[in-house]
């Protein structure tokens, strides 16, 4: 079955980096559009960052433009997001998902989801 499993959440500090990955397997991981949402409590979950199947096109939340950069590697199933410059209000956890058809940023259009990892960025 479609399984995807995020790492590289953790605790920083504001202006810190961290880098997210997501390894898919059980699905044709090149033909799916990918992207990266995250919900912080209380939150409704919103899209980051979502990425063409080639990785040719990308798509970003206001909120992160010039901050975060996603990438993908196809023959290695894996997602990435680069986080930078991060901010307090960047807290949340973080979540990759998967969809064959669907390319942006509205989290009920995807079918397939991680567990999801924890960022926390303190001020």
């Known amino acids: 079955q479609v399984q995807l499993v995020e790492s590289g959440g953790g605790s920083v500090q504001a202006g810190g980096s961290l880098r997210l990955s997501c390894v898919g397997s059980g699905f044709t991981y090149s033909s799916n559009y990918l992207a990266w949402f995250r919900q912080a409590p209380g939150k409704e979950r919103e899209g980051v960052a979502a990425i063409s199947p080639s990785g040719s096109g990308t798509e970003y939340a206001d909120s992160v433009k010039g901050r975060f950069a996603i990438s993908r590697d196809n023959a290695k199933k894996t997602l990435y997001l680069e986080m930078n410059s991060l901010k307090p209000d960047d807290t949340a956890m973080y979540y990759c998902?998967?969809?064959?058809?669907?390319?942006?940023?509205?989290?009920?259009?995807?079918?397939?989801w991680g567990q999801g990892t924890q960022v926390i960025v303190s001020s």
């Open positions: 998902a998967a969809d064959p058809w669907y390319y942006g940023l509205s989290p009920s259009r995807f079918t397939s």
